[in-house]
C-alpha cells in the first residue's frame, strides 16, 4: 500500500539562496494519496495541520497576517511557497477522503482503505 515518504523541495524557484537558507527548510510529501493507508494518511494530515499553523505564524510575525490567503498563493517568496505547499497537498489529501469517504473527513477511519466506486 503506502510507501516511502518522498518529499518535495518547496524552497526551490527564483527566490536567492540568502533567502532560501534563512528560512527552515519543510518538504512536502509528493506520494499519491490514494496508496496511503488509513494511519499514513492520518499522520500526513496532522503533521500538515501543524504546520499550516507554525506558517500562520510565521505570516503573522512577518506582519503578513493581513493577506488572504489568494493573496500569499500569487507571491513567490520562500514563506509563500511554503504555504502553498501545504495548502496543496491538503488539498489533495481533502480530494482523497471524498474519494474514499463520500465527503470530506479530516481523518480516515482504519476501514476507510478503498476508494468508494
Known sequence: ??????????TSG?????SARESRIFKVS???PG??????????SAMLADQARIINQKLLDAGRGFEKPSE???KDDPLSREFKAV????????EESKLRMGDYYSYLPSHAGKRIK
Open 1 to 10: 500500500m503506502g510507501g516511502a515518504f518522498k518529499p518535495q523541495d518547496i
Open 14 to 18: 527564483p527566490a536567492s539562496e540568502a
Open 30 to 32: 509528493i506520494e499519491e
Open 35 to 44: 496508496s496511503l493507508t488509513p494511519k499514513e494518511f492520518n499522520d500526513e
Open 72 to 74: 500569499t498563493l500569487k
Open 87 to 94: 495548502a496543496d497537498r491538503q488539498h489533495r489529501l481533502r
